[in-house]
């Protein structure tokens, strides 16, 4: 079922265990420890097949390795993802959660986790209880969504800047589709700084409730993609951007926090060549990634996290700035200069 899949993969190690108390497969994708141990998240999801479930990890585990290149963490990349028939509750939740602990303990620290989707600190803790090698679990560099949501204000600072002269947000409109703990917070922090806020979010009572909060506009899902905007922030599910949506787009910049924004890797021509400025979405929502490494491991306060977190927009400025000169899209400068920086890692281990 998965063999082929594997052997059209560029990583280092996957590890696959099917867990027959829950029905879930646990797959725990390694991409690549030449920066470090390799570090990424924890996906718990419904996938219709099993196969979905491992394309995921493998796909994600790549993109971890190019976001910790970029934002200079001491990390490779990896990816773990627990495909289930349904989401488990209770003690059926607990039990799974402490069987897949002890994969990751298994591994010996080659793969560090944290959480991703439908993963909860609360969930890391009992993760802790059988695996040492845990980020972001209740009371320590906490829930990851406050740093995602500020490293991707500064990157669309930095968008707005080389699009419009002036990361001043002032008046510009930005469309934040999805409205989970990111995409909250992400709209809330842009309407403190001026930006006429436009909220998209398939929860209708959700999004009333945060209009009302932060004074925004509420989008229809429907009309989320097509509405008139200087930016369109994707906050939720990846898979938005497509040969299909991408001639749709109202927008001039995509700058967003959600994984995997692209269909396919020759999506981000296509927003080239619509004329549509696209922050690649693994160096835009790093914020998560310093936030638990540098607060955990790596003995940052809190002025020394929000300077890293700058430096996402100053990420940004120079790839456009490659992008420009060379006559490259954005993501294909971002591929460049990751695949630089592992070479360089590798060289020197």
Known sequence: ???????????????????????????????????????????????????????????????MTRKMALAGMPLGGGKAVLAVPELPEGDARRRLLLRYGRLVESLGGTFRTAGDMNITPADLDVVSETCQWVLGSTGRGGDSGRGTARGVLYGIKASVEHIFGSPDLHGRSVLVQGLGAVGHDLARQLAEAGAHVLISEVDEERARRVAQEIGAEVISVQD???????????????????????????????????????????????????????????????????????????????????????????????????????????????ERLAAERVAAALSVS
């Not at 280092?12 to 099917?18: D, F, K, L, P």
């Not at 029905?23 to 996906?43: D, I, L, N, Q």
């Open 224 to 334: 989320a993609l097509a509405t008139k905007c200087d930016v369109y922030a994707p906050c939720a599910v990846g898979g938005t951007l497509s040969a299909e949506t991408i001639p749709a787009l109202g927008c001039r910049i995509v700058a967003g926090s959600a994984n995997n924004q692209l269909v396919e890797l020759e999506d981000a021509a296509r927003l080239h060549a619509a004329v549509i400025l696209y922050a690649p979405d693994y160096v835009i929502n790093a914020g998560g990634v310093l936030q638990l490494a540098g607060l955990e491991n790596l003995g940052w306060d809190e002025a020394e996290l929000e300077r890293r977190l700058a430096t996402i927009g100053d990420t940004l400025r120079g790839l456009y700035r490659d992008a420009d000169a060379n006559g490259i899209t954005p993501s294909e400068a971002a």
């Open 1 to 63: 079922m998965f063999e082929e899949l594997l052997q059209g993969w560029d990583g280092e190690e996957a590890v696959i265990r099917y867990d027959a108390e829950s029905g879930a497969w646990m797959f725990v994708c390694v991409h690549s420890t030449a920066c470090g141990p390799a570090g990424g998240g924890t996906r718990l999801r419904v996938y219709p097949t099993p196969a979905d479930g491992l394309v995921d990890a493998m796909r994600l585990s790549g993109a």
